[in-house]
Every structure is written in C-alpha cells, then in structure tokens.
C-alpha cells in the first residue's frame, strides 16, 4: 500500500515570508499527486495537482508545487505568505487504478 | 454549480447507537468516497461507491457501511457506536472513479461526537 509523509506537522511563519511544505510518497509507480487545504470547520479544497508533464504546478492563491520522481517528493511553496493562509495542508497521491492516499497534514500558522 | 453537501452538519449520539450521514455529489458525479478524520490520523479512507456499487473499501470494521443511490447521493451507517468513532466524517465526488486522474471535491463534513 502507498504512504504519503508529511515531514513537518506544524510549520509556524512570519507574515510575507517564504514557506514549503514537505510531503514525501512511497510508492516509485506512475501517481498523480494532489495538494488540498482545509481551513476551520470546513472541507478540503484543491490547491493544485500534477497529472503529467511540467514538474512545476501551479494552484490557486499563489502556491506551487514541484514534483521530483526520483525523490518520491511533491513539495508545497509559497514565496510570501498571508494571514489567511493559517490553515491545514493535505498531500495527496493516488497511483494511477487506485484509491486517494492521505498525509496526515501539516498545520500552517502565519504569524504577523 | 452546487458543492457536494453532506447533512446533518453535527450530531451527537451515545455509545451503542447508530447513526447515518448522507452525502449529495455535486451534480453529474458518479463516484463517491467517504472519509474519517481524527487530530493526528489524518484522512482514513472508508470506501468509495461508483454507480452504486462499492470499488473500494479501507481497513475499518464491518460496523461501518454504505451504499449509493440512483441519483449517485450516498449514506454512510455506522452501527454499535463506540467512543473512537468521534471524528469528521467527510464525503468526496469526483466525476469519475479513483482510478482516473479527476481530483476529489469535498463537502464540509459531518462533526460526529459519541458521549
């Protein structure tokens, strides 16, 4: 079975200054790879994904991601971070014929 | 469009009793999946129903079941409650099964307390 690892399981940050979060997977198959956030009492929502080609994925609110084959690695960053980024973030991958798996998140707290 | 819309949004039951949550996928998706989330475990997956049938299905007990209607909503039931069932429960659509490379939509969740 594939294990997603989020290396940090809360990552403070000052306002405006650069983040990343990590996520490593397991599996070396063919995946698609899927960052979500989730901010308080709500569901998860779609950051961005990697389905194929460019390594380097962009999502909404200024994230990018950037998948590394050889690393089994897709990490989050973001170069300047807001308030309203305080939230928690999902790595998600699913290799291809198969079920979503989940990290187990990393809490994000930007400080002003 | 409407999100996927999961009900009742809170509930709180005691040890022993069952209980069930509906889920709504957004229109026109036929694959549901359904989630535990507890602080620490992160999203434990329960399994996914496509055209009302079950494809999958995660590491949980019998207690816990569900099934899919026609119009692709969905009802997870979870029998002879105990303490560690208090979680998020979540629901997810997606156009198409897990196999495929559509991203999951949630909705924003059933709070389930156990006293």
């Known amino acids: 079975a594939q294990s997603v690892t989020q290396l940090d399981s809360q990552v403070p940050v000052f306002e405006e200054a650069p983040v990343e979060l990590r996520c490593n997977y397991s599996s070396s198959v063919s995946v698609y790879l899927f960052w979500y956030v989730q901010y308080p009492n709500q569901g998860l929502q779609l950051l961005l994904k990697y389905l194929s080609g460019s390594t380097l994925v962009k999502g909404i609110n200024g994230f990018e991601a950037e998948f590394n084959k050889s690393q089994t690695s897709f990490h989050l960053r973001k170069p300047s971070v807001h308030i309203s980024d305080t939230a928690e973030y999902f790595c998600a991958v699913r290799p291809t014929g198969n079920q979503f798996y989940f990290g187990t998140g990393t809490s994000l707290t930007v400080i002003p | ?115």
């Open chain 2, 1 to 115: 469009k409407a999100g996927v819309t999961q009900t009742p949004r809170y509930l709180i039951k005691t040890r022993g009793q069952q209980v069930t949550l509906s889920c709504s996928p957004i229109s026109g998706h036929r694959s549901v999946s359904w989630y535990q989330q507890t602080p620490g475990q992160g999203l434990q997956f329960l399994f996914e129903y496509f055209s009302e049938t079950q494809r999958n299905k995660g590491n949980f007990p019998g207690r816990f079941s569900g099934r899919q209607f026609s119009n692709s909503r969905s009802e997870m039931n979870v029998s002879t409650l105990e303490l560690g069932d208090s979680a998020l429960y979540l629901c997810a659509s997606s156009l198409l099964g897990q196999g495929s490379d559509q991203p999951q939509h949630f909705g924003d969740g059933t709070r389930l307390s156990i006293l």
